[in-house]
């Protein structure tokens, strides 16, 4: 083998994982917009407030992509939900 062709095995699986590794931030900034939007939903159940975590968590937890599943689990998923509701109850009390 020459180095040519080793230099191009190893650009090609460093371009891979960049995309993936990229892929990833993309999907998980994604998601913590959608959590935002899932604690406003779960606001509205009539349900105590860990009931409400879990609506939002599973609404968000299913917009995870399934090669991703394995990489973002349920529970960086709750930390995605909560700090959105942590953010959401700061900026509420900052309003009164």
Do not use: H
């Not at 609506?55 to 700090?83: M, N």
Request: hydrophobic share 50%.
């Amino acid at each position: 083998m020459n180095w040519s062709y080793i230099i191009s095995i190893v650009l090609g699986v460093l371009a891979a994982v960049a995309s993936f590794v990229g892929y990833y931030f993309y999907i998980r900034s994604k998601l913590a917009k959608a959590a935002t939007g899932a604690v406003n939903d779960a606001e509205k159940e009539d349900k105590t407030g860990a009931e409400k975590l879990q609506i939002a968590v599973d609404q968000v937890y299913a917009l995870v992509p399934a090669i991703l599943k394995t990489i973002i689990s349920r529970e960086i998923v709750q930390g995605l939900v909560q700090a959105a509701f942590d953010k959401i109850e700061e900026y509420a009390k900052k309003q009164l």
